[in-house]
Every structure is written in structure tokens, then in C-alpha cells.
């Protein structure tokens, strides 16, 4: 019998030691930022860029404040431009690649026929530094309860008759959509022939024209949280909605082709999770609809979730869950927002949380935002602090994040001579982190807050089948 060398405890963690440091390190390289385009295409239920990447947007809505004059998501006082830098430095440190931007007609266009100049200018402004942060952005025509008249926003007063003050103090402003003056606005809006529909598309003209060629923008989302005012929202949604949406879809793509149009189902279907709403005829559609259930758990988001990325997968479109959130002094709203971006994750969807504003006049006294008054983060900013893949150069994509290990895993079979991005914000890791990567070679000093990874090599003559590289990343705190 052969006798069994016995190893001291010291000696045996030195040998061990040994053994991982000869391991083959996750290997560095230098890698050139691939140029392309801001614009993205819809392929299939996925978004691609120019490089044909499939690209994952993660962000926030701009937010709350936005909905009030002087309708920006910060407060700024005398230094506009030192605020909206801080407000989108801050953005920029999270990871985030795109923010859902409301604008509201009434800031638009509040006396009619008469656009307000300084507001576009501020909005401009807005877009601009984002794009100069590498975040895309998406124009959303925001409403709630039709407008400031109901103690909600969106729609300009003198569309209304005989309209009572303008307020945003309601603590449960959504019940006024069920009043008989809110359903009677949406009535006349929809209604055939109706002004004040003819007076909201040459509105929206305004903004196409001016930003449908605007660096970062990605196209424009018709209208937030629309209701069908008297009329059952399944009936509304089937018919009424659904005529509106293939006129408008067809309208905005002959003014700007290469532009993406966010359709939402109505405010109910955010809720509900299921929508009769059909999907407006032509490229370019992305399905984009709320997450607010009635009840939710954090076992009960995935499948929830899913349930949105269904009605996207009929629809052979993009999902992209245009909000979700809960009020940041609930102790239940870091796991719920985290369990949601691990769906996001999953099911290979997009999203923007809502919302991020820095102001001390709160909107109807929510709390949503990732931020207080003055800019510093709030527990549940932490949910999007975090890696995800951006730009992806490659197929059968799997990611994730395990918030409580800080976990980040990613695997793909990469296309040949691609580069893959990947969100590494700074504040994800501010001790460090590991990277253990196979098939490729990683660089994070060419873009601030990204990683880049490039497959390596497949050799045909050894791997006759072989089309492509596997790669798969993990990256763990220090």
C-alpha cells in the first residue's frame, strides 16, 4: 500500500496559495472605443446600434420636478448651467446609459400658439449634456389627470373650459382621473374631429422637428399614463387607443424615419399588467409600459415582470418599462427596485426608474426620488449602482447581479472582431473588484466607467465548426 504524504495546516495554505496564483489571470489589453452612431434600430425584441450590438438601456425618469414650473428636474436658482451640470454629473456616475425626459405641453406651449423659447432652450440644454455623458435620452409627453388644473400636469389650461387654479398639493392625486371634469377633458380629446387633438399633434410637430436629429435622442414616447376618460379602458384601449396610436406612430416615422416611437398602454394597464392595446403597424415600435402593481412582493417581481415581457415578445418589439418605483421611505423599495433590474437582467429587458430630481417643492408630496434636496443619494439609489452590459457583440446573452455578493456575471458567444461594453460605474466598487474573464481581454481605461471587452480569436483550422468565442465575465468586490 502506498503511504500518504501528511501535510502541515501552514504548508498545505502555502500550497494551496500556489495553486491560484498560477492560475492564468483575466487578461488585459488595449482596446479602441468602436465609433458609432447614437441612433439604435429595433431587431426582433431586441435594440442594436449601428454595429449591430444588442444594447441594454438602464436609466431614470428626470423627473417629478419636471412636472412644474419651470418644469426642469433640478432646482437652480441663478446658475442654471452649474446645476444641470452637477444634477447630470451625478447621473453619469451611476452607470446609467439613457433617461426618460417629461416634458409637459403646458411648459411647452402655455398660451396657444405661443412656445415658450427659454424653456426650449433649458430643454435643449438638457439633452445636450447628456449626450456629452454618453446617456441617451427619450422625449416623453408626460401628463397625470390631464393637467396642473386637476392637481396633475401635462395638458395646457386654455385646452380646458372655465379651468379652476392650477395646484400640485393632492396626496392621492390619482383619484382625481375617476371626476367627472377629467373624464370630460379626455372625452373631447379623443373625441372624432376634436381641436384639441389637432392642436396636440402640431405640438408634438414643434418637437419632432427640432429634436429628431438631436445626438442621444432615441425617439419619442406619445404620452404618459393616458386614460379613456367615460369609456372602459379595455374597450378604450382596443379600439380608441389603438387607432390613435397607429396614426400617431405613422405620423411621427414619415416626419423622422430613424427615430424609435415608445408606445404605452393606458395608466391601468401599469397596474394590471395586461393590456388590450394592438400594436401600431410599422418599424421602429418599442412596447413601453409601467410597473405598478397592486401588490408586490420580491418573489413576486420576476414573474410579474414577465408578464410585460410576454405582450413585448407578441409583439416582436423592444420591452422597456418606461417606470417603476415606490416612495424611498419604505423599507421594502431598495429590494423591490433591485428584484425588478435582476428581471430586467433575466428577461433581457430595459427600464428607467422613477425618477431622479434634486428640489425642495415636492410634486403632490411624493417621494420617489433617488436623491433628496440637495443631491445626496438616497438608500434606494443603490439598486442601479451597479454593472450591466450595454452594448453587447454577441448572441445567447446571459447576465446578472446578486445585489447581496455584488456579483456581476455575463456570458455570450461573441462576434468576431466585436467589442462588447460593459456599465462599471466607480460607486459600484468603491473598494475594488476582481475580474475573472474567459475568451477575451478586457480594458477599463479607454471609456471612464465601462469596461471593454474584446473575444478573442477562434481558430477555424482547429475548430472547424466553431463561428465564435465564448466569453464569460464575473466581476466580485475585493
Known sequence: MKRLALVSFPALLALLAARCDSAPAARTCTIAPPATDFRLVTVG?????????????RGVNAGTRSKFAPYVPFDFGDDFAGALAAYMDRAASWGIDVLRVPFVWAALEPAQGQDDDEWLSRYDAILDAAWARGIWTVLDFHQDVYAENFCGDGFPAWTLVDPPPPHHDCAVWSTAYETAPVEAAFDAFWADGSEVQAEYFAAWDVMIARYKDTPGVLGFEPINEASGGS?????FSATTFSDFYATW???ARSLAPTSLVFVEPSGTAGVLLTTKLVRPPGDGVVFAPHFYPLVTSVDQVAPQVQLLANIGAQWNAPTWVGEFGAPDVLDSTLPRMQATFQAFDALGLSGTEWEYSTSVDLWDDEQYSLTDASGNELPVAQAIIRPYARAVAGSSIAQSFDADTETFTLSYAATSGGVTAVALPEKAYPN????????????VSSLPGQMLIRADATDAASAPTATTATVSLTITPE
Do not use: K, M
Not at 425584441?45 to 438601456?57: A, K, P, Y
Not at 369609456?231 to 374597450?235: F, I, L, M, V
Not at 476582481?434 to 480594458?443: K, T
Open 45 to 57: 425584441t431586441n435594440f442594436e446600434d449601428s454595429l449591430g450590438r444588442v444594447v441594454f438601456l
Open 231 to 235: 369609456e372602459d379602458d379595455d374597450t
Open 249 to 251: 406612430v405613422a405620423h
Open 432 to 443: 475594488g473588484y476582481d475580474v475573472a474573464l474567459e475568451g477575451g481581454c478586457y480594458d
